[in-house]
């Protein structure tokens, strides 16, 4: 499965980005796909995945209600929207797909496939 992150840039703090993970290669109706975020000299982090059978979608304390994981099959496409963006949200966003079992949704050694990123900078 090759991943392909986009959408990301510049935004003034409480605007709104969405990001893409397009894939090829294979569907992303077969797996989990989840989004994931790093900054300089730290560990990257999990912001939000998406089940691949339910659909259903977990997310990290400090994006729930404000980032949303949608996906788009016929487009074989998961979205990240994310709103009220603030400057700690700054970072490089991955998207990356596997099957991982539901305990380590977050874990990023879960999953198989990575795209290549795309930063995110919130301006104050």
């Not at 998961?78 to 874990?107: F, H, W």
């Amino acid at each position: 499965v090759q991943l392909q992150a986009s959408g990301g840039g510049l935004v003034q703090a409480g605007g709104s980005l969405r990001l893409s993970c397009a894939a090829s290669g294979s569907t992303l109706r077969d797996y989990v796909v989840g989004w994931f975020r790093q900054t300089p000299g730290n560990e990257r982090e999990f912001v939000a995945a998406s089940r691949r059978n339910t659909g259903s979608t977990t997310s990290a304390d400090f994006v729930k209600g404000r980032f949303t994981v949608s996906r788009d099959n016929a487009k074989n496409t998961v979205y990240l929207q994310m709103n009220s963006l603030k400057p700690e949200d700054t970072a490089v966003y991955y998207c990356a797909a596997g099957r991982p079992i539901l305990s380590s949704t977050s874990s990023p050694a879960a999953y198989y496939y990575w795209g290549q990123g795309t930063l995110v900078t919130v301006s104050s």
